[in-house]
């Protein structure tokens, strides 16, 4: 395995599920605040994840936001750049919970 093998994320068929909304692959990944995040199962050329390989003991793959400029630097490099679910879904706000649809304010926390 050369070492950018050990680098790049590459979804393999059994971390591929289907979305309920919308039926398109997709798979998930942890955000560092240990959320669980659907991921576009294809790399986008506006994607902002960085997703990381599975470490030893790992169920999901870590993802992480990028800037434009670290994006464009990861697509130069050839790791690919992925994209969250929800940008691409047309049923993604059947998905949000309630009260935390884009643009509502959250209790005690001013804008």
């Given amino acids: 395995m050369n070492s950018i093998n050990a680098t790049v994320f590459v979804p393999g068929h059994n971390q591929l ?3 309920r909304g919308c039926s398109e692959l997709i ?4 955000t560092r605040d240990g959320r669980s995040i659907p991921v576009d ?20 793959p870590r993802a992480t ?17 992925f994209s969250p679910h929800f940008a691409s879904c047309p049923e ?6 309630r009260g935390r649809a884009r643009g509502a304010r959250q209790k005690g926390r001013p804008r």
């Fill in 17 to 19: 599920k289907r979305c």
């Fill in 27 to 30: 798979f998930f990944a942890v």
């Fill in 41 to 60: 199962h294809k790399a986008r050329h506006d994607g902002n994840l960085a997703i990381a390989p599975l470490q030893d003991g790992e169920k999901l």
């Fill in 65 to 81: 936001v990028v800037t434009p400029g670290q994006a464009a630097g990861m697509r130069a490099a050839g790791v690919p750049v």
């Fill in 92 to 97: 993604a706000d059947s998905f949000r919970r």
